[in-house]
């Protein structure tokens, strides 16, 4: 079946502006994490729903940062004001349902901010 | 705090040659941990985990809490095995969050 599905796969924007970068989990996964990583640094967790709420969010660096997932399927993280630090790789998994089960990856969005 | 330590950013050796990808943790309580991997141009993927105490693609992993640490091990190197390599724990009352090291680059050469 399909994976984990993030788009776009690359954004560039300018300092200031807004960007909103989606996660397609599995289908039938409920639980949702985004994590972030930097150049030549491992994944750093951000955030993690069960179904439509956001059961942990605190990984978010601050208030710029805020995600969704209003019908428990599909994930938007949104950036307000964006910095250049913000530039990373985004990354989505998905699980079945309990915290134990294994996390599935999304591809990434490559984020830069000029 | 908890906190996972790869010391090694590039480990390189021959085919053939064993392997030894280190992984220390800090953590005051009972962890999971996980070793992902990510081939060139693919996406990240679980490799194995402490508790299944299995063998994939010819490595292991012993979880020592002792000395905190969760070396990944592989008695005979392959081309293939290159990748980014990382070792990530996660809290069994944290939710599934994972914490990740900061990757090892394993370069098989032939």
């Known amino acids: 079946g399909a994976g984990v599905s993030q788009t776009p796969s690359n954004k560039v924007t300018e300092k200031g502006k807004y960007v909103e970068l989606r996660c397609d989990p599995i289908?039938?996964?409920?639980?949702l994490y985004w994590y972030r990583q930097s150049l030549g640094q491992g994944p750093e967790f951000l955030i993690y729903f069960q179904g439509t709420g956001a059961a942990d969010d605190s990984g978010l660096p601050n208030d710029r940062f805020f995600a969704v997932r209003p019908e428990g399927s599909v994930s938007t993280l949104k950036i307000q004001r964006t910095e250049r630090g913000d530039s990373a790789v985004y990354l989505c998994a998905s699980s079945p349902s309990d915290v134990t089960d294994t996390q599935y990856f999304g591809p990434g969005t490559r984020l830069t901010v000029l | 705090a908890q906190r996972v330590t790869q010391p090694e950013k590039l480990l390189s050796v021959f085919k053939g040659a064993p392997v030894e990808l280190k992984c220390n943790y800090s953590y005051s309580g009972s962890p999971e941990l996980f070793w992902y991997v990510q081939y060139s141009r693919q996406r990240l993927q679980l490799l194995l985990r402490h508790i299944s105490r299995e063998s994939i693609k010819g490595f292991t992993a012993d979880l020592n809490k002792g000395e905190t640490s969760f070396h990944l091990k592989k008695p005979f190197a392959q081309e293939e095995d290159s990748a980014m390599y990382y070792c990530a724990l996660r809290h069994s009352n944290q939710g599934g969050k994972l914490i990740f090291g900061q990757g090892t680059e394993l370069s098989v050469k032939p």
């Open positions: 289908s039938g996964h409920t639980a």
